[in-house]
C-alpha cells in the first residue's frame, strides 16, 4: 500500500513540476497537497521534490514554475507553518526566491514574468507563516545561560581549549568560535 501512495504522490507532484504548459491547474497543486498531507513521509518527499526542482536551470522554467506553486500551496495551506519549518525554509528556500524574483529569460520575458510573480507569491505565503520560535533561536540562549552558569563556577583549563591560555572561561570560547576548531 505504501509503494501505492509514493507512486500516487510521485505522479501528483510530477503532474505540477513536469508540464508540458505554463498553466498549472489547480486540482494538480490541490491533489498533490492532499497526497503530502496523509503522511510525514510524503511531506519529506515533497519537500525534496521542490527544493530539487526549484534550482532547476532557467530552461527548465516550467520544474520552477511547478516547485514555487507546490511550495505556496504547502506554505498557505492551514497547517503551513507545522509543515513547513522556519530551518528549511530559511536554509532551501529564502536565498532561492529572492534570485527568482529577478529572473530573466531572453528567449520569452512573459517566462519571466511569470516566474517572478510566483516567486513573489511563494515568498509571501512564507512571510505570512506564524512560526513558533524555532529550536535552533532559542538554543543559543539556553547554552549562553548553561555557560554562564559553568564560568561562575570555574575557568577552564588551557589545555582543554587549545588556545594556550588565551580562552579562560567557556563564554570566551562561545564568543570566538575559531578556538573550538
Known amino acids: 500500500a505504501a509503494r501505492r501512495e509514493t507512486s500516487q504522490l510521485d505522479?501528483?507532484?510530477?503532474?505540477?513540476?513536469?508540464?508540458?504548459?505554463?498553466?498549472?491547474?489547480?486540482?494538480?497543486?490541490?491533489?498533490?497537497?492532499?497526497?503530502?498531507?496523509?503522511?510525514?513521509?510524503?511531506?519529506?518527499?515533497?519537500?525534496?521534490?521542490?527544493?530539487?526542482?526549484?534550482?532547476?536551470?532557467?530552461?527548465?522554467?516550467?520544474?520552477?514554475?511547478?516547485?514555487?506553486?507546490?511550495?505556496e500551496a504547502l506554505a498557505s495551506?492551514?497547517?503551513?507553518?507545522?509543515?513547513?519549518?522556519?530551518?528549511?525554509?530559511?536554509?532551501?528556500?529564502?536565498?532561492?526566491l529572492k534570485e527568482l524574483q529577478n529572473f530573466s529569460h531572453d528567449s520569452d520575458p512573459r517566462v519571466a514574468t511569470l516566474i517572478h510573480r510566483a516567486a513573489l507569491g511563494a515568498s509571501r505565503a512564507a512571510m505570512a507563516l506564524q512560526w513558533d520560535e524555532d529550536v535552533l533561536d532559542a538554543a543559543p540562549e539556553e547554552v549562553r545561560r548553561d555557560v554562564d552558569a559553568v564560568d561562575a563556577d570555574a575557568a577552564v583549563a588551557p589545555e582543554r581549549t587549545g588556545d594556550g591560555g588565551a580562552a579562560r572561561t567557556l563564554n570566551d570560547r562561545w564568543a570566538n568560535p575559531a578556538i573550538i576548531g
Open 77 to 96: 495551506s492551514k497547517e503551513g507553518a507545522a509543515l513547513v519549518g522556519r530551518s528549511w525554509y530559511e536554509v532551501k528556500m529564502e536565498a532561492r
Open 11 to 71: 505522479l501528483a507532484l510530477r503532474r505540477v513540476t513536469h508540464t508540458d504548459c505554463a498553466a498549472i491547474p489547480a486540482e494538480d497543486v490541490q491533489n498533490a497537497l492532499q497526497l503530502i498531507l496523509e503522511s510525514e513521509d510524503s511531506l519529506a518527499k515533497a519537500l525534496r521534490h521542490i527544493q530539487e526542482n526549484v534550482v532547476a536551470p532557467a530552461e527548465d522554467w516550467r520544474r520552477i514554475n511547478g516547485a514555487l506553486a507546490l511550495f
